[in-house]
């Protein structure tokens, strides 16, 4: 069962912590159950990034939940990239977006949904929600539902 340890970077190695928005930082590794549907959820609830106003720091938990398919993102390649958004500028429901299309790019997953549960600042949380179904398949049609649920 080898898991293609060769091919990781972050994982065994010292961390390199970077400080602006990194795509290229994430890894994947085979999914060794590709005949099964079942849920992967990742949980960062320290995540942190900068008003692109004002500079000031936002906290929210990231929520991440994907139905693999042949690629699993590797956890600390993961914990690296979400870093790396420490000092970047965009609104919430940028960085939301932007994480599920890095992820859909890097996977290629059935399917795959982003929640960003942000501290409430001045009063007011944004819980911004972004997912994705494979086209033509039953995770297009998951996709739209859980969508449209969510709104209710």
Same mark, same amino acid.
């Given at each position: 069962?080898?898991?293609?340890? &060769?091919?990781l970077?972050?994982?065994g190695?010292k !961390?390199e912590?970077?400080? &602006?928005?990194?795509? $290229?930082?994430?890894?994947t590794?085979?999914?060794?159950?590709?005949?099964? &549907?079942?849920?992967?959820?990742?949980l960062?609830?320290?995540? !942190? !990034?900068?008003?692109?106003? !004002?500079?000031?720091?936002?906290?929210a $938990?990231?929520r991440?939940?994907y139905?693999? &398919?042949?690629?699993? /993102? $590797?956890?600390?390649?993961?914990k690296?990239?979400?870093?790396?958004?420490?000092?970047?500028?965009?609104?919430?429901?940028?960085? /939301?977006?932007?994480?599920?299309k890095d992820? /859909?790019?890097?996977?290629?997953?059935? *399917?795959? $949904? /982003?929640?960003?549960?942000?501290t409430p600042?001045?009063?007011?949380?944004?819980?911004? *929600?972004?997912? *994705?179904?494979?086209p033509?398949?039953? *995770?297009e049609r998951?996709?739209e539902?859980r969508l449209?649920?969510?709104?209710l």
């Amino acid at each position: 069962m080898n898991r293609e340890k &060769d091919d990781l970077h972050a994982l065994g190695h010292k !961390t390199e912590y970077k400080t &602006d928005y990194t795509p $290229e930082v994430l890894e994947t590794f085979e999914n060794l159950h590709q005949g099964n &549907d079942y849920w992967v959820e990742l949980l960062c609830p320290e995540f !942190t !990034t900068l008003c692109p106003i !004002t500079g000031q720091p936002d906290f929210a $938990e990231i929520r991440i939940q994907y139905i693999p &398919d042949r690629r699993m /993102v $590797e956890s600390k390649s993961l914990k690296l990239y979400l870093f790396s958004f420490r000092n970047h500028g965009d609104f919430h429901e940028d960085c /939301v977006n932007i994480i599920m299309k890095d992820l /859909v790019r890097l996977m290629e997953p059935r *399917y795959l $949904e /982003v929640i960003g549960l942000f501290t409430p600042r001045g009063g007011i949380a944004i819980h911004p *929600y972004a997912n *994705y179904g494979r086209p033509g398949t039953k *995770y297009e049609r998951m996709a739209e539902e859980r969508l449209f649920r969510r709104g209710l």
